[in-house]
């Protein structure tokens, strides 16, 4: 089945600064979705994207569609502490049988340090 | 208020005994899937359905039972026989199958 890379695992950063995550798949995606996960919570998603190059913000979320369809990026500016969770892409395939289905990474665990 | 709400939050039970978990949804989806997740995990699909009265089953069914008798409910039975059923189970609902998923405030099933 698809695979997706998700780094990194987990990063911690002083409140202010940016962060930056990225997902990598073994084939090609038609969509990719960026989604934020509190402690015992569902995910809520953030960001859609549905074109290569395409680049989507969200407030002082920015996320890209790389150009290969194989990846994408979010990118989190100024950070604050309520950006703590876990963020989660997931993408759809291109064609097949699993054209129908998300494909999740494992998450990035974010701690912002006040 | 629109949205997908799942019950119980937290669900207990003991080994050998089957297991429903509610989802439903008021935001005129006609798609509807069955997550688990397990610690440091990504999601995995248990079923999904596109249609009333039409569902498929994903990555990890086996174990696993769903009926989708009205568009906007989607019961999940975990049976006897899924053999590690501690989990936090996810639901979801989208327009279609190609649209982006939104998900509810998941269940944490525990069975001793």
């Known amino acids: 089945g698809q695979q997706l890379n998700q780094s990194p695992q987990s990063m911690f950063i002083q409140e202010g600064e940016d962060v930056s995550m990225n997902c990598t798949s073994s084939?090609?995606?038609?969509?990719w979705l960026w989604y934020k996960q509190d402690p015992g919570e569902g995910p809520v998603l953030l960001i859609a994207?549905?074109?290569?190059?395409e680049l989507t913000s969200n407030g002082r979320l920015t996320a890209q569609f790389g150009i290969t369809r194989k990846d994408s990026f979010l990118n989190i500016s100024a950070s604050i502490p309520s950006d703590v969770g876990i963020y989660f892409c997931?993408?759809?395939?291109?064609?097949?049988?699993?054209?129908?289905?998300?494909?999740f990474g494992k998450g990035t665990k974010l701690s912002v340090i006040p | 208020d629109g949205g997908i709400t799942q019950s119980p939050k937290y669900l207990f039970r003991k080994e050998g005994q089957n297991v429903t978990l509610s989802c439903e949804q008021n935001?005129?989806?006609?798609?509807m899937y069955w997550y688990r997740q397990d610690p440091g995990q990504g999601l995995r699909l248990i079923y999904y359905?596109?249609?009333?009265?039409?569902?498929q089953k994903g990555d990890i069914a086996e174990g696993y039972s769903v009926s989708r008798e009205k568009k906007e409910s989607f019961p999940l039975t975990v049976t006897s026989a899924q053999k590690n059923p501690t989990a936090f189970y996810l639901c979801?609902?989208?327009?279609?199958?190609?649209?982006?998923?939104?998900f509810g405030p998941g269940t944490r099933l525990t069975v001793t």
């Open positions: 979801a609902s989208s327009m279609g199958t190609g649209n982006e998923q939104y």
């Open positions: 994207l549905y074109k290569a190059g």
């Open positions: 997931a993408g759809r395939s291109a064609s097949g049988a699993g054209s129908y289905q998300l494909t």
């Open positions: 084939s090609i995606f038609n969509t």
């Open positions: 935001l005129n989806h006609d798609a």
């Open positions: 359905s596109q249609i009333v009265n039409d569902f």
